[in-house]
């Protein structure tokens, strides 16, 4: 059989809405492109930004800031986190995660995946009693939520301080809660390849306004925490203001302007790619030799990107399956590979921290690939990708037999 080869680009997102771009120009024009650089009763984009992002989170306090790395370092910052400490997290992210744990003075202990891409919590259970953190970071890795009611009990029982990943989970929900609602704080990136774009940014929620007070001084605010949106009552900084480092990392107006209508736009954009989502998963639950994680009830996932496994494939296949389909125009992602290559790495190639033993993530990852779903992809483009993906895995068992 022979395939129309795959023309589409897997990075390429969609434009910026004209919306966005007119609000970018007013900026512009204006000169005014610092947060803090604000005309005779001006609220800034970006406090504007903060407040609307608070209201569609449903959480007290946010701050917008420079990336989701910079969110996820600062967060552990603001809870504090003290240099040396222990932080658990998944063995399977990216590596923003082990980064951001590095740079605010941890070290990650990594918990093991299961089949289903989600953090083992028999092993969080485990790692949380025999390590000394008191920091958990949940990446929520590729979208999958864990089961939060289960990951909460751990959390209250081992008397954790969560601090949730969210890069692939704005706009998901367990049981009707937003991802992001669980933990102390939690962040977000707003990085092209996310479900917001200002190119680079990122955000920090929470509810506790001292730890909201720490982040924002903590991202340079110059003690003018009180032109941010959705900060905590200026009493609260009183003594923090004092005693927070400045570490220069604030969001600026023209990346504001830009997400605020992309915020309007967000949940119609999660409806647009589940079913690209959707059609992926249709095609490729038929190939037999697959695992397609099953996605659990309560979940309401953004369907940004797609993973399936195929356990048991050796390294010399999965590499002869990533060509083949590259062959057809497919760019698949293989978390397997012994060299990090783009966005994905594991935590063997993270040599910033310590080896750790983890057999489970190993046999995961040695079978697992990856797509990027851009909105760009039409439903058609998405039967097309999956039927390379699926005939790209018969030549393999073919080639077996
Ligand atoms: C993108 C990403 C982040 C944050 O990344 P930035 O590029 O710093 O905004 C964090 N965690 C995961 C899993 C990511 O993919």
């Given at each position: 059989m022979s395939l129309t080869p795959f023309t589409e680009n897997f990075t390429q997102q969609e434009s910026i809405s004209d919306s966005a771009i007119a609000a970018a120009t007013e900026v512009l024009r204006s000169g005014?492109?610092?947060?803090?650089?604000?005309?005779?009763g001006e609220v800034s984009q970006t406090a504007q930004l903060e407040t609307e992002y608070a209201a569609w989170q449903g959480s007290k306090y946010c701050l917008a800031c420079t990336s989701g790395g910079y969110a996820l370092s600062t967060a552990l910052k603001a809870a504090g986190l003290e240099s040396g400490e222990q932080v658990l997290t998944n063995s399977?992210?990216?590596a923003p995660v082990p980064g951001a744990i590095v740079n605010a003075g941890g070290e990650p202990v990594f918990v093991e995946v299961t089949n289903n891409l989600v953090i083992d919590l028999d092993d969080l259970e485990a790692k949380a009693q025999s390590?000394?953190?008191?920091?958990f970071m949940l990446s929520h890795m590729r979208g999958h939520l864990a089961d939060m009611n289960k990951i909460m009990d751990i959390v209250t029982a081992q008397n954790l301080i969560l601090i949730e990943d969210c890069a692939h989970t704005m706009g998901a929900l367990w049981d009707s809660k937003r991802s992001g609602n669980f933990g102390h704080a939690s962040c977000f990136s707003t990085q092209?390849?996310?479900?917001?774009?200002?190119?680079e940014g990122g955000f920090i929620t929470s509810d506790s306004p001292e730890l909201m007070a720490r982040a924002i001084m903590l991202s340079g605010s110059y003690m003018l925490y009180?032109?941010?949106?959705?900060?905590?009552?200026?009493?609260?900084?009183?003594t923090i203001r004092l005693q927070t480092p400045n570490c220069s990392g604030r969001m600026d107006n023209l990346r504001a302007a830009i997400l605020r209508p992309q915020l309007a736009e967000l949940e119609l954009n999660v409806r647009r790619w589940n079913e690209r989502y959707r059609k992926i998963e249709k095609r490729l639950r038929e190939v037999s030799s697959f695992q397609v994680p099953v996605r659990p009830q309560k979940e309401t996932y953004v369907g940004s990107s797609f993973q399936f496994l195929i356990p048991g494939i050796s390294d010399d296949d999965a590499r002869q399956f990533v060509q083949d389909n590259k062959a057809l125009g497919v760019e698949l992602k293989w978390f397997g590979d012994h060299e990090p290559h783009g966005y994905t790495s594991n935590h063997r190639s993270w040599q910033y921290t310590n080896l750790q033993s983890l057999p489970q993530t190993d046999e995961v990852l040695a079978g697992l690939f990856d797509i990027r779903i851009p909105l760009t992809f039409s439903l058609q483009n998405c039967e097309h990708l999956a039927g390379i993906i699926a005939h790209c895995a018969e030549s393999l068992l073919n080639k077996a037999a």
């Amino acid at each position: 059989m022979s395939l129309t080869p795959f023309t589409e680009n897997f990075t390429q997102q969609e434009s910026i809405s004209d919306s966005a771009i007119a609000a970018a120009t007013e900026v512009l024009r204006s000169g005014r492109l610092h947060r803090y650089n604000t005309a005779d009763g001006e609220v800034s984009q970006t406090a504007q930004l903060e407040t609307e992002y608070a209201a569609w989170q449903g959480s007290k306090y946010c701050l917008a800031c420079t990336s989701g790395g910079y969110a996820l370092s600062t967060a552990l910052k603001a809870a504090g986190l003290e240099s040396g400490e222990q932080v658990l997290t998944n063995s399977f992210t990216l590596a923003p995660v082990p980064g951001a744990i590095v740079n605010a003075g941890g070290e990650p202990v990594f918990v093991e995946v299961t089949n289903n891409l989600v953090i083992d919590l028999d092993d969080l259970e485990a790692k949380a009693q025999s390590s000394d953190a008191r920091f958990f970071m949940l990446s929520h890795m590729r979208g999958h939520l864990a089961d939060m009611n289960k990951i909460m009990d751990i959390v209250t029982a081992q008397n954790l301080i969560l601090i949730e990943d969210c890069a692939h989970t704005m706009g998901a929900l367990w049981d009707s809660k937003r991802s992001g609602n669980f933990g102390h704080a939690s962040c977000f990136s707003t990085q092209t390849y996310k479900h917001v774009n200002s190119g680079e940014g990122g955000f920090i929620t929470s509810d506790s306004p001292e730890l909201m007070a720490r982040a924002i001084m903590l991202s340079g605010s110059y003690m003018l925490y009180e032109r941010h949106g959705a900060s905590p009552d200026p009493s609260v900084f009183s003594t923090i203001r004092l005693q927070t480092p400045n570490c220069s990392g604030r969001m600026d107006n023209l990346r504001a302007a830009i997400l605020r209508p992309q915020l309007a736009e967000l949940e119609l954009n999660v409806r647009r790619w589940n079913e690209r989502y959707r059609k992926i998963e249709k095609r490729l639950r038929e190939v037999s030799s697959f695992q397609v994680p099953v996605r659990p009830q309560k979940e309401t996932y953004v369907g940004s990107s797609f993973q399936f496994l195929i356990p048991g494939i050796s390294d010399d296949d999965a590499r002869q399956f990533v060509q083949d389909n590259k062959a057809l125009g497919v760019e698949l992602k293989w978390f397997g590979d012994h060299e990090p290559h783009g966005y994905t790495s594991n935590h063997r190639s993270w040599q910033y921290t310590n080896l750790q033993s983890l057999p489970q993530t190993d046999e995961v990852l040695a079978g697992l690939f990856d797509i990027r779903i851009p909105l760009t992809f039409s439903l058609q483009n998405c039967e097309h990708l999956a039927g390379i993906i699926a005939h790209c895995a018969e030549s393999l068992l073919n080639k077996a037999a």
